[in-house]
């Protein structure tokens, strides 16, 4: 099989830096751990890393040794330019498209990116028929990104440390999207904590009825990126089934539809919207709503 190797190396030194315990330079480090994840892949003689690219700012200050190290695995560094915030995601994502679609020798992606943002491509790489691996820090990686990898589709990065060891076989929670006949994982207090904290800094920016979709996309995704998006839509669910807020569907000028969320006074006390959310079955289904109020985003 054929694999093609790409690798976000701006993103990898930073989180070796939050998890290297050995007083060692990350790029160093995360030279030697491309050097192991391409012997990984390559355990099978009928499995070859063809394409392996690592894309960085190599002018950056502690990345200027890393591109020779990574030349002598067969590691190509791909230059990009300084000063653009994700330009190196956007390169490595445009590769692979481009490899997916002219390169039908290549069966295999290995992807070593973080950013959430980066699961629209491992889905359509699945979509085209490319199997395709997440390389990541547990602590770092959003967990829609290893949701859309799949089962068995995420290699934990830890493992490639020589120091450290890890279970492949466990993913990051995500709450809320469970293999058929698996049960949810149970909500841990701490994100609903942080939830109560995002919504009382929205109600003051918003007011007692802020735009659920800007909700989502504006205060939980960047917070609380450990969780996919049925994730975060448990722990709102958990806060309504709490009284502690209520969804409910208005309509602009125009007759746009769009939910809102409507803040208790007392967020954190049980009941504090001085009614009961409505039955679910009665509830207007908020798929089929359109975009929200001009200034909000929709979900991905």
């Known amino acids: 099989m054929n694999i093609a190797l790409l690798i976000d190396f701006e993103h990898l030194r930073r989180e070796i830096?939050?998890?290297q315990t050995e007083p060692r330079d990350a790029a160093e480090t995360g030279?030697?751990?491309?050097?192991?994840?391409?012997?990984?892949?390559?355990?099978?003689?009928?499995?070859?890393?063809?394409?392996?690219?690592?894309?960085?700012?190599?002018?950056?200050?502690?990345?200027?040794g890393a591109p020779a190290r990574l030349m002598s695995g067969g590691?190509?560094?791909?230059?990009?330019?300084?000063?653009?915030?994700?330009?190196?995601?956007?390169?490595?994502?445009?590769d692979a498209i481009e490899l997916a679609m002219g390169r039908p020798d290549l069966q295999r992606f290995v992807l070593l990116v973080g950013d959430r943002d980066m699961a629209p491509l491992v889905r359509r790489l699945r979509e085209i028929g490319r199997q395709t691996t997440v390389v990541g820090f547990r602590d770092a990686i959003g967990a829609d990104l290893v949701e859309a990898a799949g089962r068995g589709g995420f290699l934990p990065a830890s493992q490639l440390m020589s120091e450290v060891s890890d279970d492949l076989s466990v993913p990051p929670r995500a709450y809320g999207s469970?293999?058929?006949?698996?049960?949810?994982p149970p909500i841990v207090d701490e994100d609903l904590e942080a939830t109560r904290a995002l919504l009382r800094a929205a109600r003051a920016r918003f007011g007692s009825e802020v735009p659920l979709v800007t909700f989502y996309k504006d205060f939980m995704n960047p917070e609380l990126h450990h969780l996919n998006n049925e994730g975060r839509k448990r722990l709102v669910a958990e806060l309504?089934?709490?009284?502690?807020?209520?969804?409910?569907?208005?309509?602009?000028?125009?007759?746009?539809?769009?939910?809102?969320?409507?803040?208790?006074?007392?967020?954190?006390?049980?009941?504090?919207?001085?009614?009961?959310?409505?039955?679910?079955?009665?509830?207007?289904?908020?798929?089929?709503l359109s975009s929200p109020p001009p200034g909000s985003a929709m979900l991905e």
């Open 240 to 288: 309504e089934r709490h009284g502690e807020l209520l969804v409910q569907v208005r309509s602009d000028v125009s007759g746009v539809r769009f939910a809102v969320a409507v803040i208790a006074e007392r967020l954190g006390d049980e009941g504090a919207t001085g009614r009961s959310p409505e039955p679910l079955a009665d509830r207007t289904d908020l798929s089929e």
């Open 75 to 94: 590691i190509r560094p791909q230059y990009v330019p300084p000063g653009r915030a994700r330009t190196g995601e956007l390169e490595l994502a445009l």
């Open 17 to 19: 830096a939050n998890h």
């Open 178 to 184: 469970p293999m058929l006949g698996e049960a949810a």
């Open 31 to 64: 030279a030697d751990m491309m050097a192991r994840l391409v012997a990984r892949l390559e355990r099978d003689d009928r499995d070859r890393v063809v394409v392996r690219r690592a894309y960085a700012d190599w002018e950056s200050m502690g990345l200027a």
